[in-house]
């Protein structure tokens, strides 16, 4: 058995966007994999309100797609956040962009949500019959063959790469948020799970 693997997503308040994929993406990935296979999720922000809670919207929209705020504080990206993370999933290119320059070793690792699902949902080979025993070595390996396939196709356009931000905006803007990443999301957790 291999350590847990460490999941990290990113976007500027760490109050909306990036709270709502790691507590929607923890929640399927305990869903759907065994009870050994370690997979842990977590968020930051390139300009956190630390300590701050998830957006009421955002919360909202998170309950309504099953998953759960309780306990959630926003806090700042670091390098050392960034370096223990065997995957980091941006909010937008320009987050990825500065995840890179925060820590340009990890650029392989670093892939927007929508960007990442697009790349794994084209790769033969991610689905296994046995769930994977060495989940961190898993998620490397996911994370290889994506980094690996960019170029291969086209990429995103701009506005299905990146998710909107939705703060201090109404109702709308957050269900489309959340409808964004739900979209996104299959591809994402049958990559992860094996």
Known sequence: MGDEARIL????GNICRSPFIERLLQHELDEHRPADQGIIVRSAGTGALVGST?????SAQLVAHGGDASGFRARDLTPALVAESDLVLTATRAHRGKVALMSPKVLRRVFTFCDFSDLVDGIDGLS???A???PRAWVRQVTEKAAASRGLK???VP???DIADPYRREDE???AMAQQVVESMPAVVRSLVG
């Open 132 to 134: 994977p025993r060495d």
């Open 128 to 130: 296994s019959p046995v």
């Open 154 to 156: 086209p990429p995103l």
């Open 9 to 12: 997503i990113v976007c500027t």
């Open 54 to 58: 998830i957006d009421p919207q955002a």
């Open 173 to 175: 803007a957050f269900a």
């Open 159 to 161: 506005d299905l790469a």
